[in-house]
């Protein structure tokens, strides 16, 4: 446990500590983590199938609505399956950098009361039964450090679990990872001064995404397969198409969010949200379904008072009960032009779905998506930052350089009064419903029926950057600013042999040309990754290998919709095109 007495030492002991601390509950893995080269490769995704059992790897690579089957039934037990994952995420972090601390003890007695009960009751505690949850550091869990990323907060205590904690608990989840997030919790990457960066798997060079990355990075290890985290402008989606798993924001007030660590807690300008993530589309399903199925709202009143609802599909269907899809699909936002990688993605994802009888297909031309990170932009620091610089400045911590660019680079921060607060807030909504209209206006030709059901488009403006390179959020903040449902799925990887760069490309303004460059070999890029030198002006291959996503979209509250509408694309073309680990 991490000392209360962090104000007496410098920012760079208490970081020392927090890391001893990770690295001793680590070491108290049973059978001991196995030790990795110290030499690694950029790639490091398959590491963990050299060094452990044939057996925890057939575990820890099973989906986990698969495992609590097998786990409901007695096939196998959550000791052996939380002893794996333990391994594993154990592997994950001297891999990739992702977790803040290992829960060995408390977990593997939770696993084996939850072994007991199934063979006194003969039946599973839940729909959860006996499977281990990552969790991302600042939901609390009671008498563990809950900091949110500031070294200045080192050493709080939560007092009590977060509600959502509660609830998986009931539904029988086994805690026994929490993972990194950055400082502020506001960065499309994972980078504090109490860990350092983490990293992505299937390249060490680029962003595991934020905020949390931990949690993407554990799941893309596969040292997780179900796992909890918060987004307010991408912070689970982003993370999630980084490293090539499954992330769903909900629409606000779905889920509980009482009791989470983080500044600014009560503003409701731009609602943050918590959500799962998940090696597959059947565990966010099951994650949504159980905690739900709890009635929530009973005791945190702001959650909206339904379940999830599967009774009835949410896709039309045609006079024979067929299902049908309409598809809207932004290959651009009119701000940032995706990387070869994304456009290559969606094209195939589309030229799929165009053969598919019962799918139609929408051009989605944008509106005013510079506008809406102008608003949203506006309503994230309507202190004008204060809280976050008070929480950095107290420890005498360095800002890192995304904090510097979300608050003080951005030209919308600023202290607002409670009148330009009102002002903004109806600019949202006024936002709002013109998108509505949008949305409700667009079909394929004059005599299509009905509104699109969801919008295809990029989760990023390409895979995974650099690190420190996240700078720009609107493929995911639209949709917070929006308040839809979104969900993020893997799709293919980099090809440098087919995904050249655009040479000669023109950029629209400097947010474009920042993240054009990102794409091109720079030699200051160079130099700073040491990639070799022989390699063609047009080969991008900072990039290889690493997961490309996209994501989709639905209307507010229509959350089960955007699952369903992935059920089905999954279950006629086939996702991902390519296998991630």
């Known amino acids: 446990m991490i000392s209360h007495s962090s104000r007496q030492r410098s920012w760079q002991d208490i970081a020392k500590q927090a ?11 049973q059978p001991p983590v196995p030790d990795v080269p110290s030499d690694l490769p950029l790639n490091v995704s398959g590491i963990p199938k050299a060094l452990l059992s044939e057996r925890e790897i057939e575990i820890t690579e099973t989906a986990p609505e698969d495992l609590v089957e097998l786990m409901s039934t ?37 696993a084996a009361e939850l072994d007991s009960y199934l063979r006194e009751n003969d039946r599973p505690l839940g729909p959860l039964h006996g499977l281990p949850i990552s969790v991302k550091e ?18 709080r205590l939560a007092p009590r679990d977060a509600y959502i904690i509660t609830l998986l608990w009931r539904a029988g989840a086994v805690f026994y990872a929490r993972t990194t997030q950055p400082q502020t919790l506001m960065h499309l ?21 934020g905020s949390s990355g931990g949690e993407g990075a554990l799941l893309g290890c596969r040292g997780s397969c179900l796992g909890v985290g918060t987004d307010i402008g991408g912070s689970v989606r982003s993370p999630a198409g980084n490293c090539g798993v499954y992330g769903l924001r909900p629409t606000s007030y779905r889920l509980p969010i009482g009791g989470f660590t983080a500044t600014m807690i009560g503003q409701e300008h731009v609602v943050p949200v918590v959500g799962p993530m998940s090696t597959s589309l059947g565990g966010v399903k099951m994650f949504m379904r159980a905690v739900l199925g709890q009635k929530p709202w009973l005791v945190e009143p702001s959650c909206l008072p339904f379940e999830w609802r599967e ?59 510079d506008l809406a990170w102008e608003i949203i932009a506006s309503l994230y620091f309507c202190d004008a930052g204060a809280e976050e610089t008070a929480a950095i400045d107290a420890s005498g911590e360095p800002w890192r350089p995304l904090s510097s660019f979300i608050i003080k680079e951005n030209p919308f921060v600023k202290n607002r ?48 950057p650099p690190l420190d390179c996240a700078r720009y959020w609107g493929y995911t903040s639209q949709w917070n600013l929006l308040d839809y449902p979104a969900l993020a799925f893997p799709v293919t990887k980099v090809d440098p042999e087919i995904d050249l760069v655009e040479e000669g490309y023109e950029p629209r303004n400097e947010k474009d040309k920042y993240n054009y460059e990102l794409c091109m070999p720079l030699p200051s890029i160079h130099s ?15 990039y290889r290998g690493a997961p490309v996503s996209l994501q989709l979209v639905a209307r507010r509250y229509e959350d089960e919709k955007v699952v369903e509408a992935l059920e089905y694309i999954q279950q006629h073309i086939g996702l991902p095109f390519v296998k991630m680990i």
Request: proline fraction near 6%.
């Open 311 to 369: 009774g009835k599909s949410w896709l039309k269907e045609d006079g024979e009960g067929k299902k049908r899809l309409k598809i809207g699909v932004i290959w651009d936002d009119g701000v940032v032009r995706p990387h070869p990688p994304v456009t290559r993605a969606l094209r195939g994802v589309v030229a799929k779905l165009a053969t598919i009888d019962g799918v139609e297909i929408v051009e989605w031309k944008p509106w005013k998506h």
């Open 528 to 542: 700073f990754f040491k990639q070799p030198t022989n390699k063609s002006p047009d080969e991008p291959e900072k």
């Open 189 to 209: 990457e994972t980078s504090s001064n109490l860990y350092g960066a983490t990293v992505n798997p299937f390249q060490r060079e680029l962003s595991s995404g």
């Open 19 to 29: 890391q001893k601390h990770r690295d001793e509950t680590i070491a108290a893995v």
């Open 74 to 110: 007695g096939t196998i037990t959550s000791t052996e399956v939380t002893t794996a994952f333990l391994r594993r995420a154990g592997l994950a972090q001297k891999l990739t950098n992702c977790l803040t601390e290992l829960l060995p003890t408390r977990a593997l007695l939770r």
């Open 138 to 155: 600042h939901i609390p869990l009671a008498g563990l450090d809950c900091n949110g990323g500031f070294i200045s907060w080192v050493g």
């Open 417 to 464: 009064m409670i009148s330009d607060v009102w002002r903004l807030t109806e600019m949202r909504e006024q936002y709002r419903a013109d998108y509505a209209k949008i949305w409700n206006d667009t079909a394929c030709g004059a005599n299509a029926g009905g509104a699109v059901d969801v919008i295809l488009c990029p989760v990023t403006p390409g895979a995974a």
